[in-house]
């Protein structure tokens, strides 16, 4: 099906399944209730899953496949929000053609930084795009500021020229849209003390991440991708068989900055403003860590690794003293105050903290990620079939 092995589409279908219904996966708890903080079913935080998910599996192309580590991604992040932005200025607010160029300029700085960076590998590589992303997030901040806005960043206004549009009428903003469908729509479902919110941006960003899956899932399983592992496991003897590496790990670069590039312009399309800290080098550590945390090298991991990243810092973040108290406030004073004192370090504004010690213990427990542990659990239910030692008759010719 598609080209896919059996395998590789029930994981598509698995994916498809979870995006689609995602606004009833993540609204598990009843609105009011004490646990509702927990919910993660908003437009906002659920187009952020899936966008950085496309972040995430563009960067593992790089990084889980091919085996070059770049701290300098978010600098294509940027270029194609900056690309997309400019569209929605000039052009029109439809985010078809926001989202092909950003795309395409993406692809093209990323060629640029790439055949400069990939003359040198390991961590001389990694600090070359760490060095690009850092003028980048310079020169969008302070130097180019016509182009950029500098430190305020861009958003479309009402006397942008936007030679396909019609003219706004009196009061009227300017807002993304598909062919006149808004990203901002929504419809409610309520179903006793749940509400489920369905987006028309979020949908449009998951069917595009799913697309962005499936490109990866070619990738992967294709020749080019075969090349790209044989770089990762031992590009010196690659280069002994008489190959040049150069083109394919070029090739892999410029992929990786373009999917950068398509989260770039789906966040523009979601929320119509740009600013010079999505260049900025913790952006870069943040899909780093993404990758790691969901597990390098798989197909799903990256989207697995978004998704847990961006749901503690949108829910867990939330999470403040009055919050706590609220919890806990069935408790004798003396014991709740203790716990709360223990609690409140790991949540709200140190919610890095949980995080860096949930990283610390992948590294050490799960190398191979939130996949590696996933395949842990499933080894736990899958029954080992009983060895089978009578002879069935049958010979089999000696080899």
């Known amino acids: 099906m598609f080209g896919l092995t059996k395998k590789d589409t029930t994981l598509l279908l698995i994916v498809a399944c979870l995006t689609m219904f995602a606004p009833f996966i993540l609204n ?24 950085f998910g496309i972040f995430a599996i563009g960067f593992n192309i790089l990084f889980g496949l091919t085996g070059y580590l770049s701290f300098g991604h978010a600098a294509f992040l940027g270029v194609g929000s900056y690309a997309a932005i400019w569209m929605m200025k000039l052009l029109t607010m439809n985010v078809i053609p926001a989202i092909m160029v950003s795309v395409l300029i993406a692809g093209l700085f990323s060629l640029l930084v790439g055949w400069i960076s990939l003359r040198r590998s390991g961590i001389y590589f990694s600090i070359l795009t760490l060095a690009f992303a850092q003028m980048s997030y310079s020169l969008a901040y302070s130097v180019l500021t016509p182009i950029t806005g500098g430190e305020t960043g861009l958003q479309p206004k009402v006397n942008d020229p936007r030679i396909l549009d019609s003219a706004l009428e009196p009061g009227q903003n300017p807002r993304a849209n598909l062919f006149g469908l808004e990203m901002n729509q929504s419809y409610e479902l309520a179903m006793g003390g749940w509400v489920f919110t369905f987006n028309a941006g979020y949908y449009i960003a998951a069917l595009v991440m799913l697309l962005a899956f499936y490109l990866s899932i070619r990738i992967f399983r294709s020749p080019f991708g075969m090349m790209l592992r044989a770089v990762k496991s031992n590009q010196q003897r690659l280069n002994y068989t008489g190959l040049n590496a150069k083109p394919y790990t070029l090739a892999a670069f410029v992929i990786s900055g373009m999917y950068a590039g398509l989260a770039g312009g789906l966040l523009v399309a979601m929320d119509t403003q740009v600013g010079a800290e999505r260049m900025f080098w913790t952006a870069s550590g943040e899909v780093v860590l993404m990758t790691i945390l969901g597990g390098a090298g798989t197909l799903i991991g990256p989207v697995l690794g978004a998704g847990f990243i961006k749901y503690m810092e949108n829910i867990v973040s939330k999470i403040n003293k009055t919050v706590l108290e609220q919890w806990f406030a069935f408790m004798p004073d003396g014991i709740e105050d203790f716990i709360i004192t223990i609690v409140y370090p790991f949540v709200g504004k140190g919610w890095h903290l949980t995080l860096g010690l949930l990283f610390m213990m992948v590294v050490i427990f799960l190398p191979g990620g939130l996949v590696q542990g996933g395949q842990k659990v499933a080894g736990l239910f899958r029954r080992k079939k009983p060895a089978d030692d009578k002879p069935d008759g049958k010979t089999t010719p000696a080899e």
């Open 28 to 51: 598990p708890f009843p609105e009011g209730s004490a646990m509702a903080q927990f919910n993660a079913g908003y437009p906002d935080l659920m187009q952020r899953l899936v966008i």
